[in-house]
């Protein structure tokens, strides 16, 4: 067991953390639990190693404080949030406020431990990050005008039916645009596509297909979860 590189874990449903510490321990990693975020900015430096794993409630944001009050702090610790119902809106807002990753519950346990694992790895090796960031524009910039409005109605959590109308184009449409946006820019989850359109510079307009358009933050609905997942609120945790 690794005791420089600590994983944190706060403000999380006794049912889940349970379930996250029985799948992070079952991987050799060492835990803290922190009764809140007090105690847990006492105990942590600002130089720590490690990563943090807090649960977001959404809609009402519950506990993105958090993030908040340690960007504020100059906590470098990397912070996975867990919620148990993303939306284009709050995603986009945990993203922003330094989130380093969001799953969605019932979260894949392979999932999880490779989220924790990059989040480790991130201050050690930031070159597979920047070569991610500086495909970004390229990507952005296959964009064609139609699919970059339908991405601006995404990012402002739009309906497709309601995007549809505002473009004067059929709801199927839509949906075929933003299948098309997730395959080119080669993600599948809105956490991915946010943390990688905020980190990238954007692309010149001259390059871009068709006129040029305002820049966008894009988003997506989160890609649907795999079978094996850890246990929800109000679930039988799973006991060692």
Known sequence: MNYSETIHILNIDPIIRSSLTSALDRADYHLRLHEDAGRFFEAVETDSRGCVIIYVDMPEMIG???????KARRIELPIIVITAQANV???????KEGAFDLLELPVNEAKLLASVQQALTRRVDHRAYR????????????LTNRENDVLAGLVEGKLNKVIAHELGISARTVETHRSHIMTKMRVKSVADLVRISLGA?????AVRLGAPRPPVDPAARMGTPAPRALAEPGAAATRR
């Open 64 to 70: 993105i404080e958090l993030l908040r009050d340690a």
């Open 89 to 95: 809106r709050g995603a986009i807002q945990v993203m």
């Open 131 to 142: 070569g991610r960031t500086r495909t970004t524009p390229g990507r952005l910039a296959t």
């Open 201 to 205: 510079p954007r692309p010149d307009p």
